[in-house]
């Protein structure tokens, strides 16, 4: 049997608490939450080019009160560092050349979920100002082991409705079907008339896993009519889509404290909207609408229909929000871009870690360098994901070439140890 001091240094350091959140949340020993602690606080004394005594001692606070409390605060540097390492990491990201220009706002003074929602669409409007759409991320407060913090249960701040049709239809986004519901359970009203793009209400769960339900300030969310100029039937169907996708869903976990609480906005790529948002059988479906508007015919045998369609969507969807004077990429720019990060990691001697299924864009895809690339999911931490069962299982520090830290050597030993018992 384990000794008492190997039980608890091996031992799960599970966040208290009940309900989805505390489902999705890393598990991490002691010992694992130590050697990722001291993996980023390395890292950071490196980038600042701090002193081997100075990283002792921001070491030593740091151990001191994991070890007592299972929990250390990160200072204001160490967090922006944190965020934009876990967008540099993050593989299935094809926008990290500009991983460094990301904005953090420290906003873990702020916890009560109405003063959140007031404080993110703030940001909201900051990220979306006239001119050139600002990366950005709000960071609220952590998890802790003793307590949960409020976080939001929508995938976006931005999502448009979906309605189940009695006679099986839909209208708006399929995939929002069960969130409108909810919405309505909890006393949204829906407008009198259904739309396509009626802008749901941003849900939330505070500390004690309680809903709630706010609804964004009419003319705040900037929308852009989608049109064509040589085809001007398009306009017929009433397309458009909102100008900035934030983020609210993904925890960002840094050096072994995760915050589920810290969403975030970058830019569109054309096939987001137009490849996928509007086309997916499982969203908008209207590939068959706008072909018919283009003058093609679904039914006529010619299975290329699709192919023309998608060009002219993104086509449409790219131009519309330059015209709205929206920041937006097409797919081989995004592609030559994120080539461009791949050489710059490879210059700084730091590994591609990236995920080929989400990298590639999902139009015209041989035509793009990155379609070549051969990749690989490090999985490296800081890091964004949202769930430990999908996407944040096996996130660890990456030490490419180097020795493990004496934490992950001692850990190796405790595992083989404990196998044996």
Not at 141 to 147: C, G, I, K, L, N
Not at 260 to 273: D, L, Q, R, S
Not at 327 to 333: K, L, Q
Not at 411 to 418: D, K, N, Q, T
């Amino acid at each position: 049997m384990l000794s008492w001091w190997k039980r608890r240094a091996v031992a799960r350091d599970h966040v208290r608490g009940a309900g989805a959140l505390a489902n999705r949340l890393r598990r991490l020993s002691l010992l694992e939450r130590l050697d990722e602690a001291y993996a980023f606080i390395e890292l950071h004394a490196q980038s600042m080019d701090m002193g081997k005594s100075a990283l002792r001692q921001r070491w030593g606070e740091v151990s001191r009160d994991l070890i007592r409390f299972g929990h250390y605060d990160h200072t204001m540097e160490e967090l922006a560092f944190g965020a934009k390492l876990g967008w540099r990491n993050h593989a299935q990201c094809i926008g990290r050349l500009f991983w460094d220009s990301l904005v953090v706002r420290d906003r873990r003074h702020i916890a009560a979920p109405e003063d959140i929602f007031a404080d993110l669409c703030e940001h909201l409007a900051l990220a979306q100002a006239p001119g050139r759409v600002r990366s950005m991320i709000s960071i609220y407060p952590p998890a802790r082991r003793d307590r949960l913090p409020t976080y939001f249960e929508s995938r976006q701040l931005v999502q448009y409705a979906g309605y189940l049709d009695p006679g099986g239809g839909v209208t708006g986004d399929r995939r929002s079907i069960e969130v409108t519901r909810t919405a309505r359970a909890l006393g949204w009203r829906a407008p009198a008339a259904s739309g396509h793009f009626d802008i749901l209400p941003v849900l939330m769960r505070d500390p004690d896993d309680q809903r709630h339900f706010f609804e964004i300030p009419e003319g705040l969310v900037q929308e852009v009519a989608i049109t064509h100029r040589d085809f001007p039937e398009l306009t017929d169907l009433g397309l458009r889509w909102y100008a900035v996708p934030v983020v609210t869903d993904m925890i960002l976990s840094i050096g072994g404290i995760d915050y589920p609480c810290a969403p975030f906005n970058g830019f569109y790529m054309c096939t987001e909207i137009g490849s996928r948002n509007l086309a997916d059988r499982g969203r908008y479906d209207l590939l068959p609408k706008v072909a018919r508007r283009l003058g093609l015919d679904p039914d006529a045998g010619d299975v290329l229909w699709r192919d023309t369609t998608l060009t002219e969507l993104n086509h449409a969807v790219m131009t519309s929000f330059r015209a709205a004077g929206v920041t937006i990429v097409d797919h081989h720019t995004a592609s030559d871009q994120f080539m461009q990060f791949v050489a710059r990691e490879g210059a700084a001697g730091r590994p591609l870690s990236a995920d080929w299924t989400w990298v590639v864009p999902p139009q015209a895809s041989g035509a793009c360098e990155v379609f070549h690339l051969a990749t690989k999911d490090l999985k490296a931490v800081p890091n964004y994901y949202r769930n430990r069962s999908i996407d944040g299982q096996g996130l660890k520090p990456h030490r490419e070439g180097t020795a493990r830290s004496p934490i992950r050597r001692a850990l190796a030993r405790f595992r083989r140890r404990s196998d044996h018992f």
